[in-house]
Structures are given as structure tokens and as C-alpha cells.
């Protein structure tokens, strides 16, 4: 789910230009103050929001698991739904529990959700929004029941925010169990590790206490204070992006054999029924690599998950599923 694009040449020689002043004899700041008040102004960032930042948002949600682990709390999640929020709870020590998506559209079952938060009173709820990997915008009705129902905090993940426009940011004035988590990865800067988490102060000093000082290292810090000043660059490229994901779109729906599901994000969900095995495996002998996700969940048999490259990209992976049909 990257970005297929790089920066321009003028902005990157521009970029090493404020990497030469670093000083790495020198720790960073710890607060990443600078880069802090840059993200609250691109971001629109509320100003009773605090705001952590994690070297990734995985390691944001590394730290809320820490925070909040203990017997029997429970991480709840739709599924299927982002791999790591299992794969870090367990790591944590959170019990984690899974409630199905409904199977033809991915849409959240609202009152199975709510009788497992009744049932299971979660410390934590995780609402990828939109949802990885199946490309959809949950309700936004239904996710304002489900943080009300919540008795723990709930956290939505909004890593592909620049693909959907649809944000719960302005929310978190009203909900202070609502945690926002943004990153740059998806918009253009997944080697950088940077993620956001916005919400209530008292929330976010408590998830604080398990970040280690120094997890935005100084070359981090400077290069996305840099790089969110030419914020533009990289909004062209996701609405270039954006624009080319229907044309994939369309391209697919042209075969009968595959079924392909409306997307919010950078890729798109695929199912090609029986085949997908060979179908990954061909793609993959012409250099083109999907996700493979059967086997990764019932609901997610025979299908692909495919990221929306540059024209000349999509092109070549329109081309090849062509001749493998
Ligand atoms: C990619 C992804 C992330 C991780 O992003 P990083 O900031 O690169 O760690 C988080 N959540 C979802 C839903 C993702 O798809």
C-alpha cells in the first residue's frame, strides 16, 4: 500500500539541504515539539487534542496495548481488519476478540458489535477507518453507536484518510474515550515511520508513560517538519492516485470472473473464484506482486488485494490478468 511515487529532484536536493544542518552528535528533541505543532496545523488537529507520536502508528498501537494490558482486558476488532492489532495484542498481554464483518459488503454488524462490547466490556476497541484490507468506510452512525457503547477507549485508525477525506478529527472534542491515529506512510512516506495519535490529554499522558524518549529520531523529525511544508507534492500525488483507482476499477469490472469491491483507500479488493492461487502465482512470474489473503480469513476466500501503482503500473497488471484469463 504504498506510494508509487518520488519526490521531485528540486524538493529533494532542497530536503538534503536541511539535512546537512542536523546535528547527530546531539539527541533529538524528546517532545518533537516542532514537528508536533507543524502535524496540528496539516492535520486540522483540535486544540483541546494532545497529540503522541510513534515511530509508525504501529508503535502507537504498541504503546495503547502496553498502557492498557492487563488480565482480562480485551482488545475488540471487526474482522477481517489490520493483522497487527492481533499480532500486538497478543504481544501485549491483551485478550483479543474478533467480530465478523457482515460477508457481501464488509459493513459492520452494528448489533453483533454492540453485544460484544456488552459481553465483553473491551479496554480497547480498534476501528480501521477505512478498513484494511477491505477497502470500505464503515457507517459513520454506527461508529458514533459504538464509541458511545464503549466503556473503554476507542481507537480509529485513519492510515488511509488521504484516499477516503472521511475523518472522526472534529469528533474528538465530543468523545473522550475517541483516539485518532493518523500516518504519513500511506501518503507518500512509509520510510520515514511516523504516526499520529490525537486525543483527550489525560488519555494520551498515560500512553506516554510507555514511549521510550527518543522514538523519532532526529532525521525523522527534520524530514517531516521539511516535507509537510511541500505538504502539496504529496496531495497531487494521492489525488493522481485517487483518480487512478477507478480506472483500475473499471478495468476489473470488465471481467466476469472477477469480483471487485468499491474502494476508500490505495488498493483494492479482488475475488477470482477457484483461482486465485494460480492467478497470484502468474502475476507474480511477471514481476507483479498482490497480497494473497486467502487463508488469511473465511470471509476473505480467493481473494487479492491489489495497491494502485502509477498508470504505466496499473496498465501492465491490467495486461498480464488479461492474458492469464
Ligand atoms: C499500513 C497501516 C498501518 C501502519 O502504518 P505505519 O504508520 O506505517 O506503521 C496502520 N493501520 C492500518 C490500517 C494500515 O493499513
Known amino acids: 500500500m ?3 511515487y518520488v519526490l521531485p529532484e528540486a524538493l529533494i536536493e532542497e530536503w538534503l539541504q536541511a ?6 552528535n546531539r539527541y533529538p528533541d524528546a517532545d518533537a515539539q516542532s514537528l508536533k505543532s507543524r502535524l496540528r496545523q ?8 494532545e497529540m503522541l507520536l510513534g515511530n509508525g502508528s504501529d508503535e502507537l498501537i504498541q504503546m495503547i496495548c502496553l498502557a492498557l494490558a492487563g488480565p482480562n482486558r480485551v482488545l475488540l476488532a471487526p474482522e477481517p481488519t489490520f493483522s497487527m492489532y492481533r499480532i500486538i495484542a497478543d504481544i501485549a498481554g491483551l485478550e483479543y476478540v474478533g467480530v465478523p464483518l457482515r460477508a457481501q459488503d464488509f459493513s459492520l454488524d452494528l ?4 453485544q460484544a462490547i456488552e459481553r465483553y466490556q473491551p479496554a480497547l476497541v ?8 477491505t477497502g470500505n468506510l464503515f457507517d459513520r452512525e454506527a461508529v458514533e453507536r459504538v464509541i458511545q457503547a464503549s466503556p473503554g477507549v476507542v ?4 492510515a488511509y484518510f488521504h484516499f477516503s477525506g472521511e475523518t472522526f478529527i ?3 472534542d465530543n468523545h473522550p474515550n475517541l483516539l485518532v491515529m493518523r500516518t504519513l506512510s500511506k501518503m507518500g512516506l512509509a520510510g520515514l515511520r511516523l504516526g499520529i495519535l490525537c486525543g483527550a490529554p489525560d488519555w494520551l499522558r498515560e500512553f506516554n508513560k510507555v514511549r521510550l524518549p527518543y522514538n523519532i529520531n532526529v532525521l525523522s523529525q527534520v524530514s517531516g517538519e521539511f516535507i509537510l511544508r511541500h505538504a502539496d507534492v504529496l496531495d497531487a500525488q494521492v489525488q493522481q492516485i485517487r483518480a487512478d483507482r477507478e480506472v483500475l476499477i473499471q478495468g476489473l469490472r470488465g471481467h466476469p470472473s472477477i469480483e471487485v469491491w468499491p474502494s476508500q483507500t490505495n488498493f483494492l479488493l479482488m475475488r477470482v473464484a477457484g483461482r486465485s492461487q494460480s492467478f497470484y502465482e502468474g502475476l507474480k512470474a511477471e514481476r507483479i506482486l498482490l497480497k494473497n489473503l486467502g487463508g488469511s480469513h473465511t470471509l476473505l476466500g480467493d481473494c487479492l488485494r491489489v495497491t494502485v501503482g502509477t498508470p504505466d503500473q496499473n496498465q501492465a497488471f491490467l495486461m498480464a490478468l488479461q492474458k492469464l484469463l
Open 42 to 49: 496539516v492535520f486540522d488537529v483540535p486544540a483541546g487534542a
Open 111 to 114: 448489533d453483533a458489535f454492540l
Open 2 to 4: 504504498e506510494n508509487p
Open 126 to 133: 480498534a476501528l480501521s477507518y477505512p478498513n484494511n484490507p
Open 155 to 158: 481507537l480509529l485508525d485513519e
Open 170 to 172: 472534529r469528533d474528538l
Open 19 to 24: 539535512l546537512r544542518l542536523v546535528q547527530l
